[in-house]
């Protein structure tokens, strides 16, 4: 790994860039102000110890910059590693970022998942220790992140052997597939959706026990207006709890009274979104009203045949539903999950 930065304009990509070449990979990161990040791949039989050495270091960094225009800040030699740890909890101590999981960078999801980690432990914390849950709500922390993790860094792992193959045939068989797969447009280039949902714990069901309609997915998070006219991003104006999205005023109000207890009890925000420029929100009693700024919103729902949707803490989908009664049931099933662990 080296860190330069740059001492004057060069003609470098402008996103993050793998070299897929047999000779010898490499990565290229593009980092804050002028700092650049390039890794390079030891290849077998070489010494990792020589390229402490500019007589080795700079010619093998040459092949991807010239490196007159560069000035090294660091640099280090280290390896990828794909490990998880088999246990994230012992008692009252659990475990997240590094020190659960280490992933090769390929996928970029390192830091990433460590923060999904802290989403998903923290608002189980504040509800064992504020909101009177007892500790069985945190088994779920393991059962959530742990299966999670380990796709992370499996197809990080898997990525990480496309780029860095060495045979040059198996090269070329490798950029022959890629080539049609991109020609052909079934080639999956956004980085997302190689990132998996959950699939285990705090989830709804639907028939059959299968998981509820979205349920495990990362809800969105579009652009709506502030009570000052600026658009702003949702969560700053919805809140930290659980919430019940809906396109319906009249799946709303045809909310049974059961089901407006349990939004009561558990402190669940409602709220209804317009499209922009589609006229007035039909006002009703504890609804918060947003109207976003594009069709993010409606098209989720209707790319899913919902009109409701109830969205964790952690911004993690519990479920969709098409109708009131569809949302009822959800929020029995929420309430049935964690009620029961209440003192």
């Known amino acids: 790994l080296v860190e330069p930065l740059l001492k004057r304009e060069l003609d470098l990509p402008k996103k993050a860039t793998h070299y897929c070449h047999p000779s010898r990979p490499g990565s290229f990161v593009i980092g804050p102000g002028d700092l650049r990040r390039w890794e390079l791949k030891i290849l077998p039989g070489e010494d990792p110890t020589s390229f402490e050495s500019d007589e080795v270091f700079f010619p093998a960094l040459s092949k991807f910059v010239d490196v007159s225009k560069v000035e090294i800040w660091r640099r280090a030699i280290y390896c990828f590693h794909a490990l998880v740890v088999d246990e994230w909890q012992s008692g009252r101590v659990f475990l997240m970022g590094d020190a659960a999981h280490q992933t090769p960078p390929f996928l970029g999801q390192g830091l990433c998942a460590g923060i999904r980690d802290a989403a998903n432990l923290a608002w189980k914390l504040d509800a064992v220790e504020h909101q009177g849950y007892s500790a069985s709500l945190l088994g779920s922390y393991t059962e959530e992140r742990k299966p999670h993790v380990r796709e992370v860094v499996s197809r990080a792992k898997e990525i990480g052997l496309i780029i860095g193959e060495l045979d040059m045939e198996a090269a070329r068989k490798r950029d022959a597939e890629l080539g049609e797969l991109i020609a052909s447009g079934k080639a999956e280039t956004i980085r997302q959706k190689f990132v998996p949902g959950l699939v285990t714990g705090l989830l709804g069901k639907g028939q059959g026990g299968q998981l509820a ?4 997915e990362v809800f969105i998070q579009p652009w709506v207006k502030s009570e000052g006219g600026e658009f702003v991003r949702m969560d700053d104006l919805v809140g930290a709890g659980f919430a019940a999205f809906s396109t319906s005023a009249e799946l709303l109000l045809n909310l049974s009274e059961s089901a407006r207890n349990i939004l009561k009890n558990l402190g669940i925000q ?17 609804v918060l009203c947003l109207e976003e700024q594009h069709d993010l919103v409606s098209n989720w729902f209707m790319d899913r045949h919902v009109e409701a949707v109830l969205v964790r803490p952690d911004h993690y989908v519990f479920g969709a539903a098409a109708d009131a009664s569809g949302l009822a049931d959800l929020l029995r099933q929420l309430e049935a999950q964690v009620a029961s662990s209440k003192n």
């Open 213 to 216: 309609n979205s349920a495990g």
């Open 270 to 286: 409602l709220v209804q979104f317009k499209k922009s420029g589609s006229g007035p929100v039909k006002a009703q009693e504890n």
